[in-house]
């Protein structure tokens, strides 16, 4: 019995021991390199909060930060609507839905190298297709240089990982539509629920739900919280 107890407790300290080792230590690691001058082959003091004024100061640094945040927010936005509206489209029942699926796929499944290559091509000012489709059809006159100008270069990348992402997020929020019994719907329309109410309290709250049993039953309290004089 101790036997079976100590190497309960030798393949517990394993994994604990390799996750300190391999997150712990590089993070702290990286905090005490932070607050001294140190640099490649040399040691380096203690200089405090110095190096986090300097960077806070540094314009390149700010600029860093803004767009960051402006490409995480947008295409988060972007990529949760439009990966929504797909799982509800591809949660109906309709002819060649696997098909549909597999195709929506895509852009998830091809290899990283290949895309880009692909998307490196038709950003590229001298062989483009935008720009040859954006001439053709009269709305140019000049080649644009996609990733040459700050402005088209963040709006290139930003439409790049939506066109990725979305296959995701619709994947994942389709997971959980697949839970939502159609009763729920069914009995808020024969109450009133117009459709914009059936998809706030019962298809919105289920995707929004961590895990697909909690969704059906946030789904199933929402139908209950519907006013009667609003149906």
């Not at 390199?33 to 140190?38: D, G, K």
């Not at 490649?40 to 100061?57: R, S």
């Not at 949760?80 to 799982?87: C, H, K, T």
């Not at 990982?161 to 329309?189: D, H, K, M, Y």
Request: net charge positive; with cysteine; charged share 15%.
């Amino acid at each position: 019995m101790r036997t079976s107890v100590g190497s309960h407790s030798c393949c517990w300290c394993r994994p604990w021991c390799c996750s300190v080792c391999s997150i712990a230590y590089p993070f702290v690691r990286g905090i005490l390199l932070s607050v001294t001058n140190s640099r490649v082959g040399v040691p380096g003091e203690f200089v405090g909060l110095a190096n986090f004024y300097k960077i806070f100061n540094d314009g390149i640094f700010r600029t860093s930060v803004y767009n960051t945040f402006v490409y995480t927010g947008v295409t988060t936005v972007f990529k949760l609507a439009l990966g929504l509206w797909l799982a509800m489209l591809l949660n109906r029942n309709f002819r060649g839905k696997t098909f549909t699926r597999a195709f929506i796929l895509l852009p998830f499944i091809i290899p990283t190298v290949l895309s880009t290559f692909a998307w490196k091509w038709m950003f590229d000012p001298t062989f483009s297709v935008l720009n040859w489709l954006l001439y053709h059809f009269g709305l140019i006159t000049g080649r644009i240089n996609w990733l040459g100008d700050p402005d088209l270069a963040m709006i290139s990348i930003i439409i790049v990982n939506i066109w990725r992402g979305v296959p995701f997020f619709a994947i994942s929020l389709l997971a959980g539509l697949q839970t939502i019994s159609p009763e729920l719907s069914e009995a808020a329309a024969i109450d009133g629920a117009k459709p914009w109410q059936r998809f706030w309290h019962i298809t919105l709250a289920a995707a929004a739900a961590r895990d697909h049993g909690r969704g059906a039953v946030l789904g199933n309290s929402d139908v209950r919280r519907l006013p009667r004089s609003s149906l």
